[in-house]
């Protein structure tokens, strides 16, 4: 009976951590970004900072210091093995644009092996994808 109890306990405590990093503000950093189509071909690559941070209601997405995107979060999943270095996390939410239109976006944060990368989505241009290498990885944020 111990020994199921301890299992028991092992696997809960197992399935807590993996859906433990949802609840947790991060920052994403990458000097990298790569384009590319839908079957994954990369059409260019650019040289610059992006940084990603995302809390429980908003994804904000700073490229080289100056733009600014916002995204309102609609829906956090996540299924990690090992936080944030083997796992995946996907996120629906909406991008509001400079024109005021309102578009659907998912953004995949997954790790393989401790490399993590970011895959940027949107529902209306399905033919471009948006990648980046993450360099750094920070949670726990205020």
């Known amino acids: 009976m111990k020994l199921l109890i301890l299992i028991i306990h092992f696997l809960f405590s197992a ?16 000097s990298k970004t790569i384009h590319m189509d839908r ?5 260019h690559t650019e040289v610059e900072k ?8 908003l994804i904000t997405i700073n490229v080289r210091d100056e733009s600014k995107t ?5 829906s956090i999943e996540c299924n990690w093995d090992i936080p ?12 509001n644009t400079k024109d005021g239109e309102l578009k659907n976006v998912v953004l995949t944060i997954q790790g393989i092996d401790g490399q993590l990368f970011l895959l940027f989505e949107m529902e209306d241009k399905p033919d471009k ?7 750094m990885f920070e949670e726990g944020l205020e």
């Open 84 to 95: 944030f270095r083997d796992g995946k996390t996907l996120i629906e939410a909406t991008l």
């Open 15 to 30: 399935v807590d951590e993996g859906y433990a990093q949802c609840g947790k503000n991060i920052r994403l950093a990458s």
């Open 39 to 43: 079957n994954g071909n990369i059409t």
């Open 50 to 57: 992006s940084v990603v941070e995302i809390n429980q209601l």
């Open 70 to 74: 916002e995204c309102n979060i609609k």
């Open 129 to 135: 994808l948006i990648k980046v290498i993450i360099d």
